[in-house]
């Protein structure tokens, strides 16, 4: 499992995690071994968590007080990674379609668009580029 990191984000010890959760460093390094989280690491090899990571272990404590297992669980929280992963994804394919946009605004070239909504994967990018291309204004 991945877990997201923000290049600037505050990075906490085992015992501000605890605290936060309620957790035991036990309980904390048993899910870490499920893979239900993976902190980083120091180069002394301390394990370093995130807010994200504080924030997963509640979501983790929560769901089993709530009488759902661990290996339901990671199945959920896989699905929830892979949501956020797509859309991470659909902003970085917005992105683009704007950065085109901008290039054919730049050049001073007309800008059209065949729907209000933006492109939403790579191919398409790809044919409106090569097209664009083909036949300039």
């Known amino acids: 499992m991945r877990t997201v990191r923000e290049p600037n984000q505050t990075l906490h010890s085992i015992r501000v995690v605890k605290e936060a959760t309620g957790?035991?460093?036990?309980?904390?390094?048993?899910?870490?071994t499920l893979q239900l989280l993976q902190p980083k690491r120091t180069s002394g090899n301390q394990r370093l968590y995130s807010q994200h990571d504080i924030e997963r272990l509640k979501r983790i404590k929560e769901l089993l007080d709530n009488g759902i297992s661990l290996?339901?669980?990671r199945h959920y929280l896989e699905h929830e990674d892979a949501a956020m992963e797509r859309g991470r994804t659909e902003e970085v394919e917005r992105d683009a379609e704007s950065y085109f946009?901008?290039?054919?605004?730049?050049?001073r070239d007309a800008v059209t668009r065949e729907s209000l909504y933006p492109l939403t994967n790579r191919a398409d990018i790809l044919r409106r580029i090569h097209r664009d291309d083909e036949n300039p204004h």
């Open 71 to 73: 290996k339901e669980i």
């Open 101 to 107: 946009q901008g290039k054919l605004i730049a050049r």
């Open 23 to 32: 957790l035991t460093d036990r309980r904390i390094r048993y899910y870490e």
